[in-house]
């Protein structure tokens, strides 16, 4: 199955069309190891998610090693980009998709939850992968660093349906949050040691210590955020505010009063941080 990964990138770029133009765009802006506003494509899944199989691709060359697990991961996400629901995706299809038998899948998975569950911390640990490598090409100061991580994290959130993590949390929550998203400790070093390595951009010195318990809380919300009977996933305003909440943690003081002046973030955001 080498090369299965960049079929990925050829089938999505075939898909339809409409969306043409600004998927370069976006693609042009995250070569520049820039993101994108996830605000403006909240509603445009499809393109959100057909952008980042390039990201994802590049990332799973160095990840998986077994050529099983590429080829029913490749299957995966094809199936359930494609799908309404996670019933529509059978065993059956996958296994034809990925070129092996039953028998094979059920070797490497046990289950097709559990497959599912795989496939879903999979993606999840991949954009983190992105998220690092991209971060560290370029210093940032913290209000473009909260934007950068949020409208990354965001979008890559934005690909999973609502319904598939539901599924997933519903059968393997009681596992604990951070089990259940073990990505979660990779993101809070990154963060520490990008804020320690530009302190003088106007970061405070920040531990892992102190930025895990911010990184499993954004997580959490975008979870509780997704269950129920009519989720509020994803919503412009929760993004928003998450890109506060993480400049007001990063940015030391002068740099919050900077802000402050120039009119980009109101005082009584400052005044809550600040205290």
Request: overall charge neutral; aromatic content about 12%.
């Amino acid at each position: 199955m080498v090369g299965a990964w960049p079929r990925l990138i050829y089938r999505a770029t075939t898909l339809a069309t409409e969306f043409t133009v600004d998927a370069a765009s976006l693609r042009e802006t995250i070569s520049r190891n820039d993101w994108f506003n996830v605000e403006d494509v909240l509603t445009e899944t499809d393109l959100v998610t057909r952008v980042w199989a390039d990201e994802i691709a590049n990332a799973a060359s160095d990840h998986i090693a077994d050529s099983r697990w590429e080829a029913f991961a490749l299957a995966g996400i094809q199936q359930y980009a494609n799908a309404s629901s996670l019933a529509e995706v059978k065993i059956a299809n996958l296994v034809k998709q990925a070129g092996y038998s039953r028998s094979t899948f059920f070797r490497v998975f046990d289950n097709l939850t559990k497959y599912q569950l795989h496939l879903y911390q999979l993606v999840s640990q991949l954009s983190t992968e992105v998220y690092a490598k991209r971060l560290f090409a370029k210093p940032r100061p913290p209000l473009e660093f909260a934007e950068f991580t949020i409208n990354l994290f965001y979008s890559a959130d934005c690909t999973i349906p609502n319904d598939w993590v539901a599924t997933l949390w519903k059968k393997y929550g009681h596992v604990g949050h951070e089990k259940f998203h073990p990505q979660l400790s990779d993101i809070s070093r990154t963060i520490a040691q990008y804020t320690q390595e530009h302190r003088s951009l106007g970061y405070n010195e920040l531990a892992v210590s102190d930025v895990h318990p911010v990184v499993c809380l954004y997580e959490r919300e975008v979870l509780e955020s997704r269950l129920g009977a009519q989720p509020s996933f994803p919503a412009a305003r929760q993004a928003r505010r998450w890109k506060d909440l993480l400049f007001g943690l990063v940015a030391d003081k002068r740099c919050l009063g900077q802000q402050s002046l120039s009119g980009k973030r109101d005082a009584s955001f400052l005044k809550y941080y600040s205290s």
